[in-house]
């Protein structure tokens, strides 16, 4: 039988916690100074009102790079509104994304806690883009 680490179990709840706690960032506001250059993970999501969706959970080794970069200013997130027929053109999707979408995000150094944060909070949170057949 695998034992399962009930400490990891811990941090990863904590984690989820502190995202979640965190305030949301607008891509509508977005600008380069307001993403720190660190590694760690990400969480968009869609705001109505008070409310928020999970669409997109992820990790990289530079934040900024990634969301102010590939998901604000390239293809990105938009790609996953696309594959997911949330928007069917690039033009659309950028306007949901602006309109729409927030962004919060937690400092993680270590990759391997990087790839369990991700995994954890995708697990529990469900996003509507992001989660790919295997290949």
Known sequence: MIRVRPKNKQKLEKALKNLLNKPPLRFSLMTSSAI?????????????GSAETP????????????LYGEHLKRTGFKKYLIDQNICS???EAKNFTMKYCAVRWLKEDNYR????MEGYFTALLSPKCGIYEEH
Not at 36 to 48: D, H, N, S
Not at 113 to 116: C, K, L
């Open 36 to 48: 720190p250059e660190v590694a760690g993970v990400y969480l968009i999501t869609r705001k109505k």
């Open 55 to 66: 669409y997109y959970i992820g990790r990289s080794k530079n934040i900024k790079d990634r």
């Open 89 to 91: 053109t690039l033009k």
């Open 113 to 116: 806690v990087r790839g369990m």
